[in-house]
């Protein structure tokens, strides 16, 4: 089925670890996007992706990097997991101009816990 | 900055009556769109319903219907014959229109439980 991808879909990591969180989309679309949901909060933009070759701080960038690999894939990296990143990752994808106006695609999302 | 506000953090409605999640937002944009996403147990995020804020008219799908108060910042959905299924986590969220940066703003959410 079209849509985008995340994986893994649970992880468990401890203090310091590092992780890289996938995601892939098959719709041509060309912005990504990755959202972090923590209770209380609602969904909050980490990084995104408007364009192949291009990426941009979101709201809480924070111990995060990320890599814009091709048009279908945007990976989100802990270089150093620490228990405050604990939350749900969520991966998006959108088309531009007009077409944004759709929303967003999203995968079904990563539920990190860092002990 | 665009920031969106959902004061009510849970709700409850008994199946088959209505139900009104508020939102209201703050922008100094002319042009955007308005969206509610519902999130059920499973995590999926789902577009329940969008708004181009240039159309007067209030969105409507199927028991779902907004109404949107421009001038007022307001973006309410409302949920006819509430059905079990529509327990779910509820989130108002913002985009502005046009542009290569799409970014969605979302509000803080509502939980919604239906009761038999």
């Known amino acids: 089925n079209a849509g985008v991808t995340q994986t893994p879909k649970f992880q468990v990591l401890k203090t310091g670890q590092s992780m890289t969180l996938q995601c892939a989309q098959d719709m041509n679309h060309n912005s990504m996007y990755w959202y972090r949901q923590d209770p209380g909060m609602g969904l909050r933009l980490i990084y995104y992706s408007a364009s192949e070759g291009t990426t941009d701080k979101g709201e809480v960038p924070n111990g995060y990097n990320v890599s814009r690999l091709n048009k279908r894939e945007f990976s989100l990296r802990l270089e150093s997991a620490a228990p405050s990143q604990t939350s749900v990752y969520f991966c998006a994808s959108s088309e531009w101009g007009q077409g944004s106006g759709y929303g967003y695609t999203f995968g079904s999302g990563t539920r990190l816990t860092v002990v | 900055a665009q920031t969106v506000t959902q004061s009510q953090p849970e709700m409850s409605v008994q199946e088959a009556e209505t139900v009104t999640l508020s939102c209201t937002y703050d922008t100094s944009e002319n042009n955007y769109y308005l969206f509610w996403y519902k999130q059920p147990p499973s995590r999926q995020m789902i577009l329940v319903i969008r708004?181009?804020?240039?159309?007067?008219q209030n969105a409507t799908e199927n028991r779902f219907s907004v109404n949107f108060q421009k001038a007022a910042k307001s973006f309410s959905l409302k949920i006819s014959d509430s059905q079990l299924g529509d327990t779910a986590m509820y989130f108002c969220a913002f985009m502005k229109w046009g542009g290569a940066t799409n970014k969605l703003i979302f509000g803080t959410g509502t939980l919604l439980a239906v009761q038999p």
């Open positions: 708004q181009e804020a240039y159309k007067q």
